[in-house]
Each structure stands twice: as structure tokens, then as C-alpha cells.
């Protein structure tokens, strides 16, 4: 092993792999500069990466040949198993503990009575259309058409799809232990939706079991807080070896999945949410939308509908809604309304079938809507939310999870639009109920 400090960067070369690690005190370096330079010197194959903090932030270039195939499958790949096998470990407690959590946090049903039910109904039904919006456009946009990544014990051909009923059917667990350790992730929601019901219904003498689960669903936001942290090396492992033997044509349908969920986002904010505040709400959408702007400016920068929440409130209740209703359907927004995000599950959840040349049946497409919808209540408010709900969706339909590694490496770029839509759906869901409720409030939620 030989290297040598250059450009601030640290160069070893060692056969004929070369690694460069730029070093994170050099805001202004030229990564390809580098790598330009030490191609004057030498022909070998060139994996370039940048630190950030204690953690990889990027991937900023790749020039595996197929000479170093083997090296990436060998010393590389296995990051990219570890960080999956992570994934994996912690989606069946995390989904099952902050599902039972969500559905308690709404409280006392007979006291929340109509508000809470439009809100559900409402937040539930625009993010079942948003995943139909998104798999609409993944059918007709076919992000993944031309990329070929056959996966072990994927069938090009799907088998022939059970009837709706049996679907439906399904879901309802016989055992639930069972659909734990099978990873079966609609019967795992089922189970939990009635736990959590449960547990609100038994009131005080079942809040030992409701701090169980609690507890349980902190600990598993802390674990995914330590996995996301270590995306960026996992998703290098992932993507690495199947760049080097694909070659680059593998990432350039990305642009097209950017496409489809931009346009989808703008899609759902014009028609659904466009269609509800003139039809329902009887507001100008265009007011409506210029009075959020902050919120919906300050959600796309920022990614976050937790941090928006301030900004949301301020604006909302300057349009005329009461402080009630918005402090309870926003915060119950940031926590169970996933619109923007639904659009993305049914747009990568296509992306992925087509690259792996498998050909989705009408139970699967039910199941990426069930499962979408329903995990929502969930998994939002969990860093990397978008992430483990299509890791979620992957296994409830029986696609590779490694094909999500493609779409992880671009997820900031898509994170934006479908926060911006979270947020913008969170305001105008406020606004509906505030329209119809208003005469009826009597007191306060609170």
C-alpha cells in the first residue's frame, strides 16, 4: 500500500484500485480535478468519496471497470449487506410499537368525536390517492424501462393474482407472532391498529402496556437514528458493485424517477388539494397557497414537517382557523399524513419492479396502497421516514430490498417536494375542518 497527500486529498493506491479520500477541511477542492490528476499518472480504476463530520456524506464519483468488479463485491458490497441486514432488524418492532403509539395519541375518540374522524378520513384518503397518483405515473413514465438488475429469486413473471376478497382476507392475522417473524407487514398493521385501540379503550389500567410500547417505539427511533447515520457508507456499499458491473447507464432512469415525483407532488397539490379548497372549502386555491408559502418555502428547505409546524400554525390561523382546530390537526398532520411521500412509494415501488423485470399483480397493487396508507400512521416523524416505508412496502409485495439503494442515493433531492406537499396537505386538512366545524365547537380539544 503506497499513498501520498495531494490536492487535500489523501491518494492510496494498492493493485490496481485507487481510493481517494478527500479530505473535509477543503470546502473548495475540485474532487474530479483530483481524480483528473491522478489519471494522468495512472490507468487504474478510481473510487472517490468525501467525508463530512464523522460520517461519509457522499458518493461524488465512481470509475470501476470491470477489472474491479470483484474487489467491489468483495471489500465494498458487504457494507452495503450490513446496512440492509440493519434495515431489516428493526422495521417489524419499529412499525408495530409507533403504530400502537399513533393510534393511542389520539386520545379519548368520544371527546374528539367528529373532529378527529374528518381528520383521519381526510389525511387517509388524500394519501391513498397520492399512492395511486404515484403508481399511475411509474406505470406510464416507466422510470426503470431499459435497466435489467435480475435479483436472486426474483420471477420475471409474476404469478397470477388472487382474487380481491382473499386479499382482503389476508390481512387479518390468525396468528400474530407469526406475521411478526414472517415480516408480514399489512397483518402487522392490522394487529397494531387493534392493539392501540385496545389499549385506548382499557384507559389507565392498561397504561403499563401503553409505557411498554412507548418505550419500545423511542427506542426504535433512537436505533433508526443510528442506522440513517451511516446511510450514506451503507448506500456507497449498495450501489458500488452494481454500478461496476451495470456500468453507469444504470443511473440515468433516476432522473426520470426526480421527474415523476416532482410532478406528481405538483400533481396532488393542484388537484387534490386545489380541488378541495375550492369545492369544499369554497377559498381562492391561489390565496390559500400564497398565505401557507412560508411554511410550504421553509418545509422544502428544510425537509422536516416537525420543524414547519410553528411556521404552519402562524399561518393557517391567519386565514381564519381557530387555534383548536389547528393544534390538533397539524401536529396529528405531522404525525400520520404522508401525502407527498405516498407519491414517491408508488413511484419508486414501480421504478424498482421494472428494473428488476417484475411484473406487478392487482393484489401487489392493492398491497403497496393498503400498506402505504395504513404504515403512514406509523412511520412519519421518524427520521428517514420515506425510506423505511418503502423498505416496508418493498417487502409486503416481495421485491429486493437493494433496489432501494439506487433510490437512497438520491433522496435528499426527492425528500423536498414530498415534505413541501406534507406540510402544504397538513394546512389545507386544518382549513377543511376548521370550515365545517367552526358552529360546533363548544370547547376547547385541549
Known sequence: MCGYYTHGGIFYEEKDIALIILDV???????????????????????????????????????????GVDFAKTWIGPFGTIFMNMIKMIIVPLVFSSLVIGVCSLGDIKKIGRIGGKTMAYYLGTTAFAIVLGIFLGTVLEPGAGVNMPGEGVKAAAKAAP?????????FP?????????????????????????????????KTLYNVFDGLAEVSYKIVGFIMNVAPIGVFGLITPVVAANGPAVLLPLLKVVIAVYLGCFLHAVIVYGGLLKFVGKISPVKFFKAILPAQVLSFTS?????????????????????????????????????????????????????????LTTGQYLTIVLT???????????????????????????????????????????????????????????????????????????
Open 174 to 206: 390468525t396468528n400474530a407472532m407469526e406475521a411478526m417473524l414472517k415480516a408480514n407487514m399489512l397483518q402487522i398493521i392490522v394487529f397494531s391498529l387493534f392493539m392501540g385501540i385496545g389499549i385506548t379503550a382499557v384507559g389507565d389500567r392498561a
Open 25 to 67: 477541511m477543503m470546502p473548495k477542492m475540485d474532487g474530479w480535478q483530483v481524480c483528473r490528476e491522478i489519471r494522468k499518472k495512472s490507468n487504474c480504476p478510481i473510487i472517490m468519496i468525501t467525508a463530512k463530520g464523522e460520517t461519509f456524506d457522499k458518493v461524488l464519483g465512481l470509475e470501476l471497470g470491470a477489472e
Open 303 to 359: 425537509c422536516s414537517s416537525g420543524g414547519t409546524l410553528p411556521v404552519s400554525m402562524q399561518c393557517i390561523q391567519k386565514l381564519g382557523v381557530s387555534k383548536d382546530i389547528s393544534s390538533f390537526v397539524l401536529p396529528l398532520g405531522a404525525t400520520i399524513n404522508m401525502d407527498g411521500t405516498a407519491v414517491y412509494q408508488g413511484v419508486c415501488a414501480l421504478f424498482i419492479a421494472q428494473i428488476y423485470g417484475v411484473d
Open 372 to 446: 402505504g396508507t395504513l404504515a403512514s400512521i406509523g412511520t412519519a416523524g421518524v427520521p428517514g421516514a420515506g425510506f423505511i416505508m418503502l423498505t416496508m412496502i418493498l417487502t409486503a409485495i416481495g421485491l429486493p430490498l437493494e433496489g432501494s439503494a439506487l433510490i437512497a442515493g438520491i433522496d435528499r433531492i426527492l425528500d423536498m417536494p414530498r415534505t413541501c406537499v406534507n406540510v402544504t396537505g397538513d394546512a389545507t386538512v386544518a382549513y377543511l375542518v376548521d370550515k365545517s366545524e367552526k358552529s360546533n365547537i363548544e370547547e376547547p380539544l385541549y
Open 163 to 171: 382474487p380481491i376478497m382473499q386479499v382482503i382476507i389476508d390481512i
